[in-house]
Every structure is written in C-alpha cells, then in structure tokens.
C-alpha cells in the first residue's frame, strides 16, 4: 500500500506521518507537495498536522486553495482513503470534504498531553482493526480542535454512525465529545488526536498503529 503525505509550507507533522507509514507499519510512503497536481499512485492520502501557511486567517482556510487539494477532492469522490489528522481534519472541513467546523478550544489555551478516546464505529477503513469502546491513547496539539456543527449535522453524524472516535475526556469543549467524524462515503476521516504519534513503544503508546492496520486490511480487502 502506498500513503501519499501532503506537505503544505507549515506543516511540521508529515515527517511523523511517513515514518509511522513507512517505518513502522513497513509500507510504502511518499511526500506529496502542496503544488503538485498529481496524487503519483497513492493508495491513501494523509494530510498532517501542523500550521498550513501560517493558519493565517483561518486554520486551513488558505490550504484549501491549494492545488493538490483538487486532486485530492477527485481522490476522495472516486472513493478514494483520506485522512486528515489536526490540521488535516481543518483543512478537510474548510475545503468541504467534511461537516463542521474546528474552533478555538476552550479555555483558549494550546492544548498538548496524550488523551484517552473510544472508537465510535468499527465500519470505517480507519477503525476497523479496533475494538468498540476500547480506550485507546492518542497525543493532541492543537489551539483550534473544538469540533463544532449545528444540531442537524450532529444528530446526522450519530445516525449515521459517522463519529470515528470520542473523547472520553473532553479536553477542548468539541461538542458530543467529538474527536474524529467520517464523510457520508466512509472514505474520509479528520481526527484532532495524532495516531501517527502513537506507533512505537518510545512514543509511549502504539493505539495509533490499529488506525493504519485498518487502513491496510480495507485496502487489502477492496483493492
């Protein structure tokens, strides 16, 4: 399987992303540029955490124009594995690959500890390798991570089993607990927690690597 990882000027966790793709879970892993037009092969895009220009005007709100993005809605429409962890999950909703909208946390303070989640659904290609209601421990670093939406689109999300993961202790104000939604397809995840940054033992957890097993055995499955 072969990850494509979005490098835009500010991202600071595409190296994380490729070594937990390729160095831990022994695949396949190439830096994509924010510039490029071409996905070159990729199996499953992963748009990483970090500060995407800045985060001027609004987090993910320049990335968006970018032009891999339009590959990237094409990739997603056709199907295919998106993921977009932090800063990813804000560019997903401001480019509309996702519902709502990430905001200041509460509190208003950068918020950077590990934090207890529970997998919402187990049909997804990025939790299926998980257990249902089994904690898992990802890191969080993020200033903007409240996940907002009107009450339509929450009570659409959990009828539709799109909520991927929760907190089990709200550490940002996301509404329902919110950490992680799919698209209606199922093939787009955002995710505030960093599972790239849980997938070896030195990280002090390996939870993150049930996210990328789930993405192979969907791959592996549908290819």
Known sequence: MKFGVVVFP????????????SHNLGHQAEYLW???????????????????????????????FSPIMAAVKRFAADGGLVMGICNGFQIL??????PGALVRNRGLKF???????VPGTLNSPFT???ELNKEVTFPIAHGEGCFTADARTLDELEAEDRVAFRYVENPNGSQRDIAGILNAQRNVLGLMPHPERATETLMGSTDGLGV?????NAFATHK
């Open 111 to 117: 918020i950077c500890k590990p934090v207890r989640l």
């Open 10 to 21: 500010g991202s600071n966790c595409d190296h994380d992303a490729w070594y937990a793709a």
């Open 128 to 130: 299926n390798s998980l």
């Open 93 to 98: 909703t401001e480019s509309g690959l996702l």
């Open 34 to 64: 924010h510039s490029d037009t071409e996905l070159k092969g990729s199996d499953c895009i992963i748009l990483p955490g970090g500060f995407s220009y800045g985060d001027y005007l609004r987090c993910g709100a320049i990335a968006k």
């Open 212 to 216: 990328f097993h789930s993405l192979v």
